[in-house]
T-cell receptor, first 113, second 113 residues
């Protein structure tokens, strides 16, 4: 999985609680991405980062925030989890060079009850 | 805005037969096109990409993809399917500017013995 780890791998939480998911990479890639995967929707981009402290919104950013205080870590926070945020969350990095392919972590399965 | 369509939710093929998984896209400019595969409970794995050059690109595990500009299509192909090819396949596109990919909804490939 391209030197990318995600934690936790599974989490069950209650509606209204805050949740933080962590993505860690070991290869000093500049670009990092958070996606969610839902049946029938493929992968949808939540937020991405193009450097330390540099982030931007994706297609489905409402209800999510991100932070990147160091190159290797990209955090995704659900400030107040809702059942609609039950999903599988994937982190990705962009490969080096100008070919733009992305490499994905193993995913975090989040269930909001 | 760019979009990707994978018109078939599922493709069924017998082992040893050729397979095709379809993808069409809408994007401004010259696209960068990608195929990914996802096995159960795993992250997406990069298979192949088209950026420029030969319209038939070869990738991992014996897969190839044909880019047809006139039809804005990028179909994934394999001459002889294996049962182990059974998985979820995603097509993705990057327009000629930007750092994000847009993914299709995915096609489940089932290869039967």
């Amino acid at each position: 999985d391209a030197g990318i780890t995600q934690s936790p791998r599974h989490k069950v939480t209650e509606t209204g609680t805050p949740v933080t998911l962590r993505c860690h990479q070991t290869e000093n890639h500049r670009y990092m991405y958070w996606y969610r995967q839902d049946p029938g929707h493929g992968l949808r981009l939540i937020h991405y980062s193009y450097g330390v402290k540099d982030t931007d919104k994706g297609e489905v950013s409402d209800g999510y925030s991100v932070s990147r205080s160091k190159t290797e870590d990209f955090l995704l926070t659900l400030e107040s989890a809702t059942s609609s945020q039950t999903s599988v969350y994937f982190c990705a990095i962009r490969g080096t060079g100008n070919t733009y392919e992305q490499y994905f972590g193993p995913g975090t399965r989040l269930t909001v009850t | 805005a760019q979009s990707v369509a994978q018109p078939e939710d599922q493709v069924n093929v017998a082992e040893g037969n050729p397979l095709t998984v379809k993808c069409t896209y809408s994007v401004s400019g010259n696209p960068y096109l990608f195929w990914y595969v996802q096995y159960p409970n795993r992250g997406l794995q990069f298979l192949l990409k088209y950026i420029t050059g030969d319209n038939l690109v070869k990738g991992s595990y014996g897969f190839e993809a044909e880019y047809t500009k006139s039809q804005t299509s990028f179909h994934l192909k394999k001459p002889s399917a294996l049962v182990s090819d059974s998985a979820l396949y995603f097509c993705a596109v990057r327009p000629n500017a930007g750092n994000m990919l847009t993914f299709g909804g995915g096609t489940r490939l089932m290869v039967k013995p």
